[in-house]
């Protein structure tokens, strides 16, 4: 989850410039304002007046009229003080903002106010320290997420772009391939609408996309899939793709079915192979060399099918802490497979280069063993091939074997896939979603992704040549828990389920809407012919897939927004920005609720943040603490039930680990895993909290941390989701 510093963001954090749906009235004295960075700008009443008003709602103040009596005082100071001699300067205004509300006898709104100018100056501070100027107003964290990961650098490595400089980048680098289609369309017109989408942190594609586009590297997917062939050139074939991957911003996805099993004999040189466990390592080493376009260390998915001699290996292959810790593991099983668990049967293991049977194991104990180690590292998880495959859009070029490095993007043999995220809170008014807006949204996202695929740069030739073939794209949504908040729906209810499903299958059906009309004007992926959606009746498809719902990470905090589909990961906590400074950061939304049901102090959110969770809190009152829970109060059925609710109309797959406490038993992961397979989803990730020493969320219990008043803290690149590191890709 990314919250902001502070809530008391009242839209602006000058008086002056910027856009307002209202005319700055004419026959003023004073037309202009000298903003803290030495830029003159218009001079702006209707600035004052929403300011002032924000600092009288956060006192449950709700009164335009007074607030438009004060800041006419105010601009009369404004023009006294300034009129025809001086440029004012912002704080000089806001200096006069403060003195008016105390003569007027608003003091508690001029401290609400005098508090909201101290906070935005110890943010200023902080990103002065980070080294970027912030453009948009986005949080420390974020600023130092954007500086570290994604604005470019020159030879010496000073940031040389803003925030909005970076979305005017990757704006204009995607908007060019309209030219190619359309001629003399509006491309510019398309870049603007680009920009405002991201500038407005409502929509954001994946990291490398905003990381390389309109650079040299221009390689702009997250997500790949790479075959491991049975022979050593085969498979170091495959390492020397996945470091290319790697080094350009991409995740790589593995399946080591294919390989021979420990043991068993290599024909051309008569000696014993060492089994798929033991290259997997070579894979891991050389991904912890290699960093991701030089920002960060390359994330990885092994798979091994549940019918592979070595399966139990791989099972327990993290129960060792360190050992390939740039991977995910999870078990491919198919349907054969799950039911022989549930009727207590027995399960033949296959040698893959022969074909032949190796020998049986009672499939609940192969189960059994995935459920224990789950429970104790997090891995494996498990993918449900048969239910991946029955979707699989173009089975005329073969069956999916593996998933990116997170699991929401089942992929082909050197396919690669763009993602996007809407920010769905944002489309939240009134406590109801904006139908509208969001379907103008979602057919601007399509165009987008799409265009990405001819701007893209990969970096081999087969995945160009699959990724084109196919086009596939996947655009989810972040910031659900934040949405249901806004709409007053429980994360764990009935409601929430059916709210999932209307707002994913809205999605899906518009994005195939646009993807329909663009393969009118552009043509379908060149696989259409034999595909899925040819045998559904489609006669034009310009998509392959259209919706995915990924982990976002980092592109979650930028946007300020809870990460993917998950629940709130605590209510109030401190982030560790960067080394000696820790800052508390509150979700935005209780902030504002609790201000306006009365129960708002500085002291109960520090409270808050030993816990991280409302739900012991005395003074919080019940419907809020229905309203807010976190992902360790929700048990885990709710967890997988949401997963399932997305997946029923997400082409892809769905991102969605289900958190469980550290006192969680072993049959919970179990009765975790036996769920998302009755639900039909496509797979299953379940982490337990503590079950790893190295994690980005630190949640000692509640008495060591009452005593200790040490609170909830999160690494500066925690989103929520999986607190174990390699989770947050």
Excluded at 302 to 307: A, F, P, R, S
Aim: charged share 25%; proline share 4%; net charge positive.
């Amino acid at each position: 989850m990314s919250v902001t510093f502070i809530s008391l963001l009242w839209g602006l954090s000058f008086i002056g410039g910027g856009e307002t749906r209202l005319r700055t009235p004419r026959g003023l004295k004073v037309s202009r304002i000298r903003k803290r960075d030495g830029s003159i700008q218009g001079f702006n009443p209707d600035k004052i007046t929403m300011a002032i008003y924000k600092a009288m709602g956060s006192q449950g103040l709700d009164d335009r009229r007074t607030a438009s009596k004060l800041s006419g005082q105010v601009v009369k100071s404004v023009e006294t003080s300034f009129g025809g001699r001086e440029i004012p300067t912002v704080e000089q205004v806001q200096d006069l903002v403060e003195s008016t509300l105390m003569r007027a006898g608003y003091a508690e709104v001029a401290k609400a106010y005098i508090l909201y100018r101290q906070k935005r100056a110890e943010i200023r501070a902080a990103k002065k320290l980070v080294g970027v100027s912030d453009d948009l107003k986005l949080s420390v964290n974020a600023t130092r997420i954007l500086m570290r990961r994604y604005l470019l650098k020159d030879e010496l490595g000073s940031v040389i772009e803003t925030p909005g400089q970076m979305f005017r980048r990757v704006a204009k680098a995607v908007a060019a391939v309209d030219r190619k289609y359309e001629g003399r369309a509006d491309w510019k017109a398309t870049e603007d609408a680009f920009y405002r989408a991201m500038a407005n942190l409502q929509f954001l594609p994946n990291s490398p996309t905003l990381m390389n586009a309109g650079t040299n590297m221009g390689q702009l997917s997250a997500c790949f899939v790479l075959p491991v062939p049975d022979s050593i050139e085969g498979i170091f074939s495959a390492v020397k793709s996945m470091a290319l991957i790697h080094q350009s911003g991409g995740g790589t996805g593995f399946s080591f079915s294919n390989l021979r099993p420990e043991g068993d004999v290599v024909l051309s040189t008569k000696g014993i192979a060492s089994g798929p466990i033991s290259f997997m390592r070579i894979f891991d080493t050389s991904t912890e060399v290699i960093k991701q376009g030089g920002r960060r260390r390359g994330a990885n998915m092994g798979i091994l099918h549940v019918n592979h001699p070595d399966v139990e290996k791989f099972i327990k292959a993290k129960q060792k802490e360190g050992l390939l810790k740039n991977f995910n593991l999870s078990v491919a099983v198919d349907d054969s497979f799950m039911k022989a668990v549930e009727r207590d049967e027995d399960h033949a293991l296959i040698n893959p280069r022969t074909g032949e049977e190796a020998k049986r194991v009672k499939a609940k104990h192969l189960f059994e063993i995935a459920v224990h180690a789950a429970w104790s590292t997090g891995d494996p998880g498990l993918i449900f091939l048969d239910e991946i495959n029955r979707y699989n859009p173009t089975p005329q070029l073969g069956a999916i074997e593996s998933t990116n490095p997170c699991g929401e993007q089942p992929l082909l043999p050197y396919e690669s896939c763009t993602l996007g995220s809407i920010d769905i809170a944002k489309f939240v008014d009134g406590g109801k979603i904006n139908w509208r807006q969001l379907k103008d949204l979602v057919h601007l996202a399509v165009h987008f992704l799409d265009n990405i695929i001819d701007v893209n740069n990969f970096p081999l030739p087969k995945i160009k040549a699959m990724t084109k073939g196919n086009r596939k794209i996947g655009l989810g949504i972040m910031g659900w828990a934040e949405a249901l908040i806004k709409m007053e729906v429980p994360y764990n209810s009935e409601r929430a389920l059916k709210i999932g499903e209307k707002v994913m299958k809205f999605i899906t059906d518009e994005g195939r809407r646009k993807s329909v009309e663009f393969a009118e004007e552009r043509v379908s992926f060149p696989n259409f012919k034999g595909s899925l959606w040819e045998k559904k009746g489609y006669k034009k498809l310009r998509n392959a897939t259209i919706t995915t719902i990924a982990p976002t990470g980092t592109i979650s905090i930028t946007a300020g927004a809870t990460s993917g589909i998950e629940p709130l990961f605590a209510v109030s906590y401190v982030r560790n920005v960067m080394e000696g400074t820790r800052l508390l950061e509150v979700n935005p939304v209780f902030e504002a609720t609790a201000k306006e049901r009365g129960f708002y102090s500085r002291e109960l959110m520090m409270e808050i943040a030993k816990r991280g969770s409302v739900r012991e809190i005395a003074n919080v009152p019940d419907d809020v603490k229905r309203l807010f829970i976190t992902a360790l109060d929700i048990t885990p059925e709710w967890h997988v039930k949401m997963q399932a609710a997305f997946q029923k109309h997400t082409d892809n797959a769905v991102s969605k680990t289900v958190n469980l406490p550290a006192d969680a038993s072993l049959e919970d992961v179990r009765n975790a895993f036996m769920l998302a397979y009755q639900l039909k989803c496509k797979g299953i990730t379940v982490y337990r909290y503590g079950s790893k020493r190295e994690q980005v969320l630190s949640i000692t219990p509640v008495e060591e941390r009452l005593l200790g008043e040490e609170p909830v803290t999160a690494e500066s690149e925690f989103s929520g989701g999986c607190p174990a590191a390699q989770c947050t890709y």
